[in-house]
Nanobody, 115 residues
């Protein structure tokens, strides 16, 4: 089993910054893709950013230039630096980790951006 612990969410004013972390532990042999997703009530979960084991990165158009995803393979940890936050970034943010071919999801962390 793999456990994911997310941290770093909270309340911030528009234009502010937050840094999310996702630490993986447990039966980890090889973490492939890691990614951040977000969801607001009544809408589908959407991709924010993903990073491969070799650091190939994809961002949603809505966050390009504002968010930066990174990972520390030695620590099995992924980060999401979020700058210039907007009210429309308000959502529950989830981390997703693919270990060999199995998906694992974190419990989610709330990010609220006030206008």
């Amino acid at each position: 089993q793999v456990q994911l612990v997310e941290s770093g969410g909270g309340l911030v004013q528009a234009g502010g910054s937050l840094r999310l972390s996702c630490a993986a532990s447990g039966s980890i042999f090889s973490i492939n893709t890691m990614g951040w997703y977000r969801q607001v009530p009544g809408k589908q979960r959407e991709l924010v950013a993903v990073i491969s084991r070799h650091s190939t990165i994809t961002y949603a158009d809505s966050v390009k230039g504002r968010f930066t995803i990174s990972r520390d393979n030695a620590k099995n940890t992924m980060y999401l630096q979020m700058n210039s936050l907007k009210p429309e970034d308000t959502a529950v943010y989830y981390c997703r980790v693919v270990v060999t071919t199995v998906d694992y999801w974190g419990q989610g962390t709330q990010v609220t951006v006030s206008s």
